[in-house]
């Protein structure tokens, strides 16, 4: 009998994933710029958890069980949060030990609209060997969704899906033409990762506020070894 | 003054044209295959007009006023139709002075899905430079709508649009990082258009149908040099 080989997909914003069966399917979500890569900076950094949630509003109710607030508005960060959106804060000392909840545009937005899922993970350009290691070791059929813009697609995270899958193809097959338009991507890109994410759009929105080291950060590759997992409300490292 | 450019933006599926702003814009819908392939195939080989249509049932009905039945599910012709989705068929010399009422499962959605335009055009390989002349002539800005597979992102129709940007990006600048994907795609495209777009999964769906040479002709360049626009319900060439 011949083993039938995983399916692996990409799901190019969080506005097709109602075209993705989830169920009993490992989830990457993944916002390059830079929901996730925060996320992974600052968990392989000492924060403890990291819970993802819609509103300012419920962002700062979690103020009261001690956490931090952090996140951002159309790349901003909110005035009566305690940080923003940069990898650099979630990696200062003061976040050590420390809970926080975040709220940003796509990046929670991908992760919310994922829970029919088996199993989600977090993934970035900074830990994109442990994932990949991860989804290899998983007996799951795997979709990345990636967070895009607005519901629109984005370069940066279909780029990272590219990486991804480029990592595991000997044991996954393609489900549909977006792992292939991703692999492509990848194949464009990865002699200069970070040359090539600067000419997306978002990169482009972001530089007008000056953090473009933010940018440099998260188009590196493996800084971490660490499989960010969203267990009920939080996202922990095991 | 500094004349500001034009935007040409593109749409991967009829999922997300919601996010789009059709109003006032040049809209390009292409389903290469192959519903707008067969479209601008038959207009250019005499066909006197093409209606798009939604339902097998609505299609039917047109037959009572003497057009020709045309269309597919799943890739399939539609047993009470007269002729099924291949632009050999369009191309008939018993189509010529024809009107044709035609469903297909992904490309009449897209033109059903663009109303909001200010004009929508038909676009394939098989009319690029006619397409790319007639958009350099527009003072609109453009989406070039992708038919898309069920709602999904495809690699012909988005290759198409990189070959169309590739024509006329001079004049106009990107909306979003969809633009520029698919002109990255058919940068890795163009040396081998068939080739490349043989590894998509609808041109392996369509394989097992026998039909390798629609899928041939539906990637060949400039075979004819029309522009088919929807007036009203019906699809002609002015």
Redesign the interface.
Known sequence: MIAMRKEIDVC??P??VH?SDLKDKLVVVVDIFRATSCMVSGLASGVESITPVATVEECLSYREQGHICAGERGGKKIPEFDIGNSPFEYMDDQMRGRNIAVSTTNGTLAIKKSTDAAQIIIGSFLNLSAIADYVLSSEMDVVIHCAG???????ED?TFAGALIDRVSDKYQ?????S??AL??W??ANSDLYQFLL????AERLKKFGIEEDLKFCSELDHFNIVPILNGKKITVS
Chains 1, 2 share one sequence.
């Open positions: 190019l914003t506005e097709l075209l813009w607005k519901g629109t697609f984005n370069l279909t393609f489900k549909t033409d977006a292939l338009m492509s991507l194949q464009l000419k997306s759009a978002h």
